[in-house]
């Protein structure tokens, strides 16, 4: 079974700065995806960025960024530039590639504070 | 075009009642996924359901069942409800089989007392 670890449970980033946070999983498949999910207190799960495994790019999106190791089966999320807004429970999320299955297994979050 | 919606968007329920609650996808999409979240077990996958047939299901009792509908529309109930199925349900939709991006609705808070 697949399995997703965040080892942060909190962080802490003053505005403007740089912040990174880490993901790890463990799966036997060659080919998924992996999520960066965002969470903000309003509950409504937003998509951050996404990142196919058969890609060695790293996938980026404005502000965000994120670091994938495959063989590490490491995916760190680096948000640049820090913004209030961007204060929220952070969730790393695998999903197999297989064209039929739609199953999103979630780490534990991370909660990111934004201070001035 | 409109986001996932979920209905109710809270809910007060009592042990040993039953519930019911109601997704609608974007339009357009054919998948939707239940998740159920809770502070104690996190994001834990519920059921999927595809063009109305349940195409995956996760490792919870059979009080938890879904449907869907010709419209996409997925309904999902919990019987005999128990303390602990207090938690936030949200619910998913993608589109074609193998889409790889999923849309999230706000969530359908659910207390058991």
């Known amino acids: 079974a697949q399995t997703v670890t965040q080892s942060q449970p909190e962080m802490s980033v003053q505005e403007a700065e740089t912040v990174t946070l880490s993901c790890t999983y463990d799966?036997?498949?060659?080919?998924?995806?992996l999520f960066w999910y965002k969470q903000p207190p309003s509950r409504q799960m937003i998509l951050v960025i996404r990142?196919?495994?058969?890609?060695?790019q790293n996938a980026t999106e404005n502000r965000f960024s994120v670091n994938f190791q495959k063989a590490a089966k490491s995916f760190s999320l680096k948000i640049s530039d820090s913004q209030l807004g961007d204060a929220a429970m952070y969730f790393c999320?695998?999903?197999?590639?297989?064209?039929?299955?739609?199953?999103?297994?979630f780490g534990t979050g991370t909660r990111l504070q934004v201070t001035l | 075009k409109a986001g996932v919606t979920q209905t109710p968007r809270y809910l007060i329920k009592t042990r040993g009642q039953q519930v019911t609650l109601s997704c609608s996808p974007i339009?357009?999409?054919?998948?939707v996924s239940w998740y159920q979240q809770t502070p104690g077990q996190g994001l834990q996958f519920l059921f999927e359901?595809?063009?109305?047939?349940?195409?995956n299901k996760g490792n919870f009792p059979g009080r938890f069942s879904g449907r869907q509908f010709s419209n996409s529309r997925s309904e999902m109930n919990v019987s005999t409800l128990e303390l602990g199925d207090s938690a936030l349900y949200l619910c998913?939709?993608?589109?074609?089989?193998?889409?790889?991006?999923?849309?999230f609705g706000p969530g359908t808070r659910l207390t058991v007392l």
């Open positions: 990142q196919e495994a058969y890609k060695q």
């Open positions: 359901y595809f063009s109305e047939t349940q195409r």
């Open positions: 799966t036997s498949e060659s080919d998924y995806y």
């Open positions: 999320a695998y999903r197999p590639y297989t064209g039929t299955a739609s199953k999103l297994t």
């Open positions: 339009s357009g999409h054919r998948s």
């Open positions: 998913a939709s993608s589109g074609l089989a193998g889409e790889n991006e999923q849309f």
